[in-house]
């Protein structure tokens, strides 16, 4: 069982920046599984960033030039730093963790993100 927590969502004006933080509990913990997508009640849910099993990470197309996932793995916890935000960027925010060996995937509460001026 993985729990996540997710926290720095809020309002940000567009042009703005935020970092969100996302914290992983449970046993055998990888953050190479850990990613960040979203959701809008005009979209369906999309990716945001992820690290990829080989060390790396990947983009969404509408946010790769502006975001950067990061980590610090001796917290278990992934950070996405969001700048230059556009209204369009407002969505909740969630955090996955993709169980490889169990092939479950678990996902976080959500934080909130709004810009808006």
């Known amino acids: 069982q993985v729990h996540l927590v997710e926290s720095g969502g809020g309002l940000v004006q567009p042009g703005g920046s935020l970092r969100l933080s996302c914290t992983a509990s449970?046993?055998?913990?990888?953050?190479?599984?850990m990613g960040w997508y979203r959701q809008s009640p005009e979209t369906e849910r999309e990716l945001v960033a992820t690290?990829?099993?080989?060390?790396?990470?990947n983009y969404g197309d509408s946010v790769k030039d502006r975001v950067v996932i990061y980590r610090d793995d001796a917290k278990n916890t992934i950070y996405l730093q969001l700048n230059k935000m556009k209204p369009e960027d407002a969505a909740v925010y969630y955090c996955?963790?993709?169980?490889?060996?169990?092939?479950?995937?678990?996902w976080g509460q959500g934080t909130q993100v709004t810009v808006s001026s």
């Open positions: 690290f990829t099993q080989s060390g790396g990470a």
């Open positions: 996955r963790y993709y169980d490889a060996r169990a092939g479950h995937i678990y």
């Open positions: 449970g046993n055998g913990l990888s953050t190479n599984t």
